[in-house]
């Protein structure tokens, strides 16, 4: 056994009998087996988790009071304080304590603590953003991340916001971040400020106090990896190891879907009968895209031979315990292992670079604006008439005449 782990076993044994896991030791391991973890790793879980517990208990932590002996226990290590524990705790068997408070509320012995209290005006924007925006969770976390900070700076009483408070906050903003994190601080702000607006919070018109952010929309050229590039990524993703890789990169590349959209697909999404996938995008639309015979063949390989036994809903399940469904992060990190795999350089490593080379990919091929538009789920045909700019015949499909004067 590798250096560090081996513990005798009655130690362990007599460690767990005198602290608050001693009835549910066996089921605990039980619990991380459920999980994938592997035997090895389950073996030095329960050591740490005998370690802490003898510790938790010699300090006089009853398991009612886990959290606090957890919050104490962690305290001691952010201080540098390990002397002050007993036997074998550090940072690892603290870890493990939070493990084992896990699985204390799951199995129900644990009541789960609520969670951290939004400001009542937040909140309500949430439910409002969700009901007449439509908003995607998603969208809706990224919003409120920018919303909740200038709340605590301007406090909780609209009435009192005005046109000088507004922009002297957004220019203290702008010190502090990039222009892009910039415009999506505006974004969301402005939001707020038109549901303040609409339940008549604030006066009208403050949401023009917003201070303009400099950029041209539309202005840049789409970021795409060629052909070539895209073939050495499904390449990186060979093997019975990689199935789960390969149905998701295969679903960015050849649909253009994004990494949420990846993420949230579930077993009831795929019509085997109709050949189809359904998704739920921007603003909760439910759209259909088609199955295709490539896509179709790996999603069955991932199902039959490399999803992990896990009940639920959700298509994609993580590698490693804990087993979970994927999140979009989860998508952005496989893309950047397998760009990294394949040896493509690309300045540009997440999922959405895949979505503008599937649009890229299609026009050049001979797919009309319109059609891209459809697979991509444009609203509006000017964000499809940006992929052009990749193919300088195609400018001319969407090119307006010069309104000036023909120069002399």
């Known amino acids: ?55 938790a208990h010699a300090e006089g932590y009853t398991l009612a009071a886990i959290r606090e002996a957890h919050a104490a226990s962690s305290s001691l290590i952010e201080a540098g304080h390990c002397p002050r524990f007993r036997g074998d705790v550090n940072k690892d068997a603290v870890e493990t304590a939070k493990l084992f408070i896990a699985y204390l ?44 900070p200038i709340v605590d700076a301007l406090g909780e009483t609209p009435s009192a916001y005005d046109a000088m408070t507004i922009r002297a906050y957004m220019t203290a903003r702008a010190k502090a971040v990039s222009v892009e994190r910039m415009k999506g601080i505006s974004v969301g702000i402005r939001a707020f400020l038109r549901f303040l607006i609409a339940t008549g919070r604030c006066r009208q018109g403050l949401d023009h106090a917003m201070p303009n952010i400099a950029g041209w929309r539309l202005a840049s050229i789409p970021r795409f990896l060629p052909d070539a590039d895209i073939t050495r990524i499904i390449s990186a993703c060979e093997g019975e190891r990689r199935l789960r890789d390969r149905a998701i990169i295969l679903l960015l590349v050849r649909l253009g879907l994004r990494a949420s959209e990846v993420a949230r697909i579930s077993f009831d999404d795929i019509d085997w009968r109709q050949g189809s996938i359904r998704l739920f995008g921007k603003g909760r639309r439910e759209e259909l895209l088609p199955l295709t015979q490539e896509i179709g063949d790996a999603l069955l390989a991932y199902i039959e031979r490399g999803r992990p036994a896990l009940a639920g809903p959700s298509l994609f399940i993580t590698e490693y315990a804990p087993l979970r469904p994927i999140d979009r992060i989860t998508v952005k990190c496989l893309v950047k292992r397998a760009l990294q795999r394949g040896g493509v ?37 000017a964000m499809t008439a940006h992929y052009a700019k990749v193919d300088i015949a195609l400018l001319s499909a969407i090119a307006q005449p010069w309104p000036g004067r023909t120069p002399c």
């Open 105 to 148: 509320e799951d199995r129900g012995v644990l009541a789960c603590l609520p969670a951290k209290p939004v400001a009542p005006l937040v909140a309500e924007f949430a439910s409002w953003a969700r009901e007449q925006l439509g908003l995607a969770e998603t969208t809706l976390a990224t919003y409120l991340g920018t919303i909740t």
């Open 345 to 381: 350089e690309s300045h540009y490593k997440g999922a959405h670079v895949l979505r503008h080379s599937a649009a890229t990919a299609m026009l050049r091929h001979g797919v009309s604006l319109t059609n891209v538009g459809t697979v991509l789920r444009h609203r509006s045909t």
């Open 1 to 55: 056994m590798p250096t560090g782990i081996y513990v005798r076993k009655n130690a362990v044994s007599d460690r767990l009998k005198e602290g608050m896991a001693a009835d549910h030791a066996a089921d605990f391991a039980q619990w991380l087996r459920e999980r994938r973890y592997t035997p090895l790793t389950i073996v030095e879980r329960v050591r740490l988790l005998a370690s802490w517990t003898h510790w």
